[in-house]
């Protein structure tokens, strides 16, 4: 079919490690056939990108649907067009200091959706604005580096249990985060208990790690924090990783399961502005894990 040929002759891969480009018509994104062949690159290459689609909100929310069934915005709501249409408006022009702050610890490490039973499926980013300066976004090949481990941290790491939270992320935006600040965040994404090795069933194994790994379960806090750091530097070394440099209309998809990704610094008049939109996951972390409250989508 039309929209088969048009995917087929248009995927290049960027780096041998993770990422391909995507060239078509906005149109051709949602006509019949071609957001299967979207997922089925979207699980080869991790990271799509269609360079300057130039797509409008509306074909944005068609591909959305056609992918999966997209998580509400409830929390990032706020206020503007795209909120209305279900789009979270990623700026940072916010008047709500909790959105604020998650804008701005997006420069950290993660994976979005920590806070579910299950992790984001796929996330979807439209650049509206790119920034004069800085606000790249990195992404971080966890099925890779998790193969590349030695044996003996593999052996080391195997059924070990890490204490996740938002707070663990965004205290690093402040010296002295206040007792006041911490109830405000808990009542979005508290502390949850999921494995360390997260073994997919695709057959790929994922290091559950980044911004929101607070600790690990029955260790020390020196010794849960050097083991996290040290695997957070394993998993974002060069060979693994990918760096967008982003162009108005630009259009990204990234399978967030098998992903860590950043934001890179950029001054708040940039003018950086982008459109987001989730997919709902369906493979949990663990069976044994607390489910996370319906409206938070913040991680």
Partial sequence: MEGAQIMSARIEPITPALGAYVRLAPEDAVKVGAPAQILEALNRHHVLVFPQVGMNDDIFLQLTAALGDRHDNTVTDDGS????????????????????????????????????????????????????????TGFANLHAAYEAL????????????????????????????????????????????????????????????????????????????????????????DRFTYRHEWQDGDLVIFNNPALLHRSYPYPDGAGRVMHRTTLKGHETFDPATTAAPAAADLY
Wanted: charged share 30%.
């Fill in 150 to 237: 030695p044996e003996e941290t593999r052996r080391l790491v195997d059924g070990l249990k890490v204490g996740h939270c938002v707070s663990a992320s965004l205290r690093r935006l402040y010296d002295e985060p206040t007792a006041e600040d911490f109830v405000r965040w808990d009542a979005v994404f508290p502390r949850m208990v999921r494995p360390l090795v997260w073994k997919q069933a695709c057959g790929r194994t994922s290091l559950l790690i980044g911004s929101t790994a607070n600790d690990i379960v029955g260790m020390n806090e020196a010794d849960g924090r050097a083991l996290l750091d040290e695997l957070l530097d394993w998993c974002t070394q």
């Fill in 81 to 136: 067009a795209a909120s209305g249409k279900g789009i979270f408006r990623i700026a940072r022009d916010k008047d709500d200091r909790t959105q604020g702050e998650f804008i701005r610890a997006n420069d950290y490490w993660h994976m979005d959706g920590m806070n579910y039973p299950g992790p984001v499926k796929a996330t979807l980013l439209k650049c509206e604005s790119a920034p004069k300066e800085g606000g790249d």
